[in-house]
């Protein structure tokens, strides 16, 4: 019954329906140059990570204890 209406509908539309202007349907020129292509980098402003050895266990900062102030944590 829904597939019916759907169809039924849309060819009744379609035949209301106004027809495009004939620059959007013309086909393209080929004799028309437009504006030069350009590449740009993709990379500008980027930073380079490279991997590292890792730090010993001595460089690492000390942890708070439960109930001192400071740090932000609870």
Known sequence: MYKRLLILSSAVLSGCAVP???WIVAPADPQWRGPPIHAADVTVGTQTF???EPRGWG?????EKKGEVGGGRE
């Open 20 to 22: 495009p202007p004939e």
């Open 50 to 52: 490279r991997p590292v």
């Open 59 to 63: 460089n690492m900062p000390p942890q």
